[in-house]
């Protein structure tokens, strides 16, 4: 993995970005507001395969970006 | 042949049976040392424990097998304490030959902040009976004269904290030496063979599904390093962990000695010599969370470039071989021990990159859990209910350097 296509910026280097971790994404069976809370702030999927997440294009546009990444090859999905 | 390889070739390997009173998934130090102390300590032999490749072919096979007390939260020192005193132990307990070696451990600072970090990790880890002292450069030079106290020209060397029971012990001897004292007493390891569910009857936890057919057990603990997700994931639960590959390589043999263990907090890197010669060294792990093991050219010239900075002796070394492990990163960077709120499932995770030294503590305290029912005393701070608590163990400072 050594380029990132920015939308605003195309693609650069993997060292121009911060990784801002998985996109939090309680799951919908969790109702209780505490429990939501809870698993946003702590609780990670960690999928072994697709994973979407957030990237932030510290050298270039200063933007967040969402993006799709095979976490089990460490390749993202266009 | 030495004799550690002769008394493995002794061992009885099993066929799995359709049920066992304790089954554990996954066969890296943590899983064995539950397994060899619920055996010795507990008389619970009826136990496997499944490996899916072979044992040790997860992080414990890959380890830079520091370990080190020098924590910077009372409940880790007491615990990671506990567990570099069973090390010392080891070679006697279990009549194996581990190769545990205490060098002693510096930790340098180079900046104002960093030498304030090491000044109050001195003083609680003394306070906590750890030996943990502040050393000015002079003596620095004098533990270990390799060092270029002017870092390179760019990281000048402050001073540090002297970790005085910081060791290394070789890892996949750990390993074995888990694996061979609870198979002499009766327990299963079943190589080769991955869990690829849970069998659930209600909400309980009743057994696994394998890719050698169901077992049921009486409680399942998971031990499965980086792949604890996908486990928990088959019972419902979700974790406060992430997957973080951890790169680390070694190099051919240095004619001279390096006395102590090294590595700089701030640099985020670290080095041990082996008994060998080489130079083992290690690095912070990857920032994206990721299963891969793909190792990288780049972790491999940033790395030299920091180290030879700080042992300038090291440029003149061949790199022979580099890895990579998949680290089970919690979000406090502390380990998660214990019940798991789903019925019949235990768990021991969060072991990063720094769960090594926690394999004898960690396999003790799990066994007696699980053979009591109660979470002991040891462990109760590091307890999976503490997030909802809102009581985490965060101490990420002094995990940097495994
Ligand atoms: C490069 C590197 C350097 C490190 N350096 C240090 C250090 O210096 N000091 C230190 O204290 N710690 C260090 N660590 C961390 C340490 O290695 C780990 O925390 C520790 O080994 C974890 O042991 P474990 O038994 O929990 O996991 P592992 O040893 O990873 O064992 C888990 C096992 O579970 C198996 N498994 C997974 N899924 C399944 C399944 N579905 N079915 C069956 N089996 C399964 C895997 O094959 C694996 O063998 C380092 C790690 C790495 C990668
Ligand atoms: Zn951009």
């Known amino acids: 993995m050594l380029t990132i296509v920015c939308p605003n910026c195309g693609p650069r280097a993997v060292e121009e970005f911060r990784f801002g971790g998985e996109l939090p994404q309680p799951p919908d069976r969790l109702t209780d507001d505490f429990d939501r809370d809870l698993d946003r702030v702590w609780m990670f999927t960690n999928a072994d395969g697709v994973q979407t997440e957030r990237w932030f294009h510290e050298a270039g546009c200063h933007r967040w970006h969402t993006a799709q990444r095979d976490t089990t090859v460490d390749r993202f999905i266009d | 042949m030495n004799e550690f390889v002769e008394t493995l070739l002794e061992l009885t390997w099993h066929e799995p049976k359709s049920s066992y009173d304790v089954v554990i998934i996954g066969g890296g130090g943590h899983g064995l040392a539950t397994a060899y102390y619920l055996a010795t300590r507990h008389g619970i032999t009826n136990v496997a424990v499944i490996e899916a490749d072979y044992i040790g072919s997860g992080n414990s096979g890959r380890n830079t097998t520091i370990i080190r007390a020098n924590y910077g939260i009372p409940e880790s020192i007491r615990f990671y304490n506990h567990s570099v005193d069973l090390y010392r132990n080891l070679e006697a307990e279990t009549g194996c030959r581990i190769m545990h070696a205490n060098k002693g451990l510096i930790w340098m600072a180079h900046t104002e902040s960093g030498m304030r970090a090491e000044r109050s990790r001195v003083q609680l880890n003394n306070a906590c009976g750890v030996e943990t002292v502040l050393v000015d450069p002079i003596e620095i030079k004098r533990l270990c004269p390799q060092v270029d106290l002017t870092g390179g020209g760019r990281y000048p060397v402050l001073g540090a904290s002297f970790h005085v029971p910081g060791s290394t012990a070789r890892h996949d001897r750990v390993v074995w030496a888990y694996a061979q004292g609870a198979m002499h007493r009766g327990v299963h390891v079943l190589q080769g063979t991955s869990v690829t569910g849970l069998l659930r009857d209600g909400d309980r936890v009743v057994g696994v599904k394998t ?79 990721s299963y891969s093991r793909q190792s990288s050219f780049q972790f491999l010239q940033s790395c030299s470039l920091k180290m030879a900075y700080l042992l300038p002796f090291v440029r003149n070394l061949k790199i022979l071989r580099q890895w990579t492990g998949r680290c089970d990163i919690s979000a406090d960077f502390s380990p998660i021990m214990g019940f798991t709120g789903v019925e019949g499932l235990v768990i021991t995770t969060g072991w990063g990159t720094w769960g090594f030294k926690g394999i004898p503590a960690g396999g003790e305290q799990m066994a007696e859990l699980i053979a009591t029912g109660r979470t002991p005393d040891l462990i109760a701070p590091f307890a999976l209910s503490r997030f909802a608590a809102d009581h985490p163990m965060a101490d990420q400072g002094s995990t940097g350097t495994r």
């Open chain 2, 211 to 289: 890719s050698r057919g169901d077992i049921s057990a009486g409680i399942v603990m998971s031990a499965v390093g980086g792949d604890v997700s996908t486990i928990a994931a088959h019972a419902g639960l979700r974790l406060p962990v992430r997957t973080h590959p951890l790169q680390a390589f070694v190099t051919n043999g240095y004619a001279q000695g390096l006395g102590p263990i090294v590595s700089s907090t701030d640099l985020l890197c670290y080095v041990s010599q082996t008994a060998r010669g080489q130079m083992l060294i290690g690095h912070e792990f990857e920032r994206e969370s």
